[in-house]
């Protein structure tokens, strides 16, 4: 449902102004059936896109931005993917590149080119861009991250060297946010910004939130318990290696913090390791 007066409502009573609508945007969200746009600025779009609206609300009450971007000017007659990687190859180079890529950067761009000038804008902003083809969850336990639409904190839309295109290792991924002390990840408070995971940036208040866990010099033992390791060799199955998401899934469960769903409790969880009286 496309708006045309010239403040719309966003979040909890806050209003935007707006100076036109765009049809490039609206055209493009008319393909996907995830959702409407509300209205646009000229460098903005806000959109309510229901079925997971209320999931990505950010804690604040207001939605994603949807955020165009202008580039280099591309004939109108150019604009399709072959040129977008004659310029960015690195987005289809890598161990693992996201299967989005091999159907064409217009799955999640919308270009327009017009009056000389080039604009990209997303074909749906924050979480709601990964859901149109990744089902969410909506198990009673979710990631902080992931409840709040920021995938792209861990995840690189294009490719990566580590599996499901993350951003780094699965602890290094972790205890970005989870650790204390890591040596990639940069606080401004002045700012109220925190970088990490190769420039990603968070809100000093989300890092905050996040808990954080104790382990030892070497980032190698110290939770659940004192001593306990958090790497090496996984004991439960032969050449797998322990990491923080062996005992934890990264998106959403129906157990607290964050527990496989087949673990049913903590104490199963450890019985996987610990037999009775170890």
């Not at 693992?96 to 009056?115: I, M």
Request: hydrophobic letters at 30%.
């Amino acid at each position: 449902m496309a708006f045309n007066n010239s403040t719309v409502a966003a979040g909890s009573g806050d209003s935007i102004a707006l100076s036109r609508q765009s049809k490039a945007v609206s055209g493009c969200m008319d393909r996907c059936e995830h959702g409407s746009p509300i209205g646009l600025s000229d460098k903005v779009t806000l959109v309510l896109l229901p079925p997971l609206a209320a999931l990505l609300f950010s804690p604040s009450g207001t939605t994603w931005a949807q955020v165009t971007t202008e580039h280099p000017f591309i004939e109108p007659q150019d604009i399709r993917s072959e040129t977008c990687l004659t310029c960015h190859p690195d987005k289809k180079e890598g161990k693992f590149v996201h299967s989005a890529v091999t159907l064409g950067c217009e799955r999640c761009h919308h270009a327009a080119s017009e009056n000389g000038t080039t604009t990209i804008t997303p074909v749906a902003a924050g979480g709601e861009l990964c859901a149109m083809c990744h089902k969410a969850k909506n198990d009673p336990v979710l990631h902080g991250p992931y409840k709040n639409g920021q995938c792209m904190i861990c995840h690189d839309a294009h490719m990566s060297n580590f599996r499901r295109q993350a951003r780094a290792e699965a602890n290094t991924l972790c205890l970005s946010c989870h650790g204390v002390n890591q040596p990639d990840v940069k606080i401004d408070e002045d700012a109220q910004v925190v970088s990490m995971l190769g420039g990603r940036t968070v809100s000093f208040a989300d890092y905050r939130q996040a808990p954080k866990i104790g382990l030892d010099r070497g980032g190698t033992r110290g939770h659940p318990v004192t001593g306990h390791p958090v790497a090496g060799k996984d004991p439960r199955q032969k050449g797998t290696t322990l990491s923080c998401l062996s005992c934890h899934v990264p998106h959403s469960s129906a157990i607290p913090k964050l527990l496989p769903h087949d673990a049913k409790s903590e104490t199963g969880l450890c019985a996987e390791c610990h037999k009775q009286g170890e």
